[in-house]
């Protein structure tokens, strides 16, 4: 049984051996692989340590450039600065040269008319340059005050305007109450007006484009009126069919308030012995008002006037025998006045004019209608309809 025993121990023995042998050869091999991995990271961080070295090289030399470069700048600012200075300085050299010329120079101011004067004489004489619109046998007579004042009534806005058709023989009233509107009230006469039922007795009217501001007139059974939402177009209604029958678009007009006090009326019609106008003012020639006189059949423009009177604080304007004249006031309201004039025929003058007041009442116009017939002037006072009774005096005879 030992002898057995003795046998089998190295065969139980020899595994062991085996796996330890096997074990030991495994751990050599990781031990290569670790040694293996590790070379390669600390020949990667070699890497990167020259690419950082390398980095920081181009770095330094870029600014090295950098810096150069801000020298030879700065070189060329310094040598800008002495060009502009030695520029300056020959500048200031001319200046004392020309100086000391021009007072060597006689003055030769005596002799020689400067271009502005003549360009102003050129103005003047336009100004005054006689009208193409001859005078009619009714114009004998020019403003000269205010002889009465007659408030019909109040009714309606604080701003419109009323007026009488200035057909011969016509009794008609028309009222346009507001800035804005595409109907108008008639009356057959001033009794029905002013009637306690008058709102009964008008007839509305309604018009087949709506009007703007209060510049517009009743001629022969026309209205001419300033097309609302328009800069400058004017419109010919026949009010008996309710029909546009002719239309034109005012040169010029447009770009401002007519009259500085009344806003709303970007152009102003007016009828008088001579028949149909426009005025408006131009801001290309400082905001003074601009006299246009038309064909009341077709609209045509026959004649343009640049006037002297300004737009600044004027209220309104109307013409009798082609002579406008322009009511002022104050923003406030007060006593509104004739202060500016313009003639056509170059008989009268602003200068010559003593200031017309209008009676006494601190309001103000937003409408002012002359009637040539009556020789009155129909006029919106703050809501109340007034008609100013005019005084007249002969004109002169001018040869």
């Known amino acids: 049984m030992s002898r057995m025993l003795l046998k089998l121990l190295p065969l139980l023995l020899l595994p062991l051996g085996t796996g330890q042998a096997q074990r030991t050869t495994q751990d050599v091999f990781m031990m290569q692989y670790f040694q293996r991995r590790l070379q390669e990271l600390e020949e990667r961080l070699n890497r990167c340590d020259q690419d950082l070295q390398s980095f920081n090289q181009k770095v330094y030399d870029m600014s090295s450039e950098m810096r150069g470069q801000l020298r030879s700048v700065n070189v060329l600012k310094s040598e800008i600065q002495g060009h502009v200075d030695n520029l300056a300085l020959r500048v200031d050299r001319v200046e004392r040269d020309v100086e000391y010329l021009q007072n060597k120079i006689p003055d030769s101011s005596d002799v020689e008319i400067a271009e502005s004067v003549i360009e102003q004489q050129v103005k003047e004489a336009q100004l005054k340059k006689k009208a193409a619109v001859t005078q009619g046998k009714d114009c004998s007579t020019h403003l000269s005050g205010i002889k009465s004042q007659k408030i019909v009534k109040k009714a309606g ?173 104050s923003h406030s309201g007060g006593r509104s006045s004739v202060k500016c004039l313009f003639d056509i025929h170059d008989t009268l003058l602003t200068e010559e004019m003593p200031v017309i007041f209008f009676p006494k009442r601190y309001t103000s116009h937003s409408g002012m209608h002359y009637h040539p017939k009556e020789k009155q002037v129909y006029a919106w006072d703050d809501g109340y309809q007034t008609i100013y009774k005019l005084d007249t005096k002969r004109k002169l005879q001018v040869t």
């Open 157 to 329: 806005d604080l701003t419109g305007s009323w007026m009488k058709d200035s057909t011969k023989g016509s009794s008609r009233i028309y009222f346009f109450s507001g800035s804005r509107n595409s109907t108008l009230l008639e009356f057959v006469s001033l009794k029905a007006f002013t009637d306690t039922n008058w709102t009964r007795k008008a007839e509305i009217i309604s018009l087949p484009l709506p009007w703007q501001g209060t510049g517009h007139v009743v001629f022969n059974g026309f209205m001419y009126y300033h097309h609302a939402n328009t800069r400058n177009e004017v419109l010919k209604v026949h009010l008996l069919n309710r029909t546009v029958t002719d239309r034109m678009l005012l040169p010029g007009a447009g770009r401002m308030p007519t009259y500085g006090l009344s806003p709303h009326t970007l152009l102003d019609l007016a009828v008088d012995e001579l028949g149909l106008w426009a005025i408006h003012a131009d801001p290309d020639f400082g905001g003074n008002l601009v006299v246009t006189k038309l064909d009341s059949s077709s609209l045509a423009v026959e004649h343009t006037w640049d006037t002297n009177c300004k737009s600044h604080n004027a209220e309104g304007a109307f013409i009798i025998c082609g002579t406008m004249y322009v009511a002022y006031n």
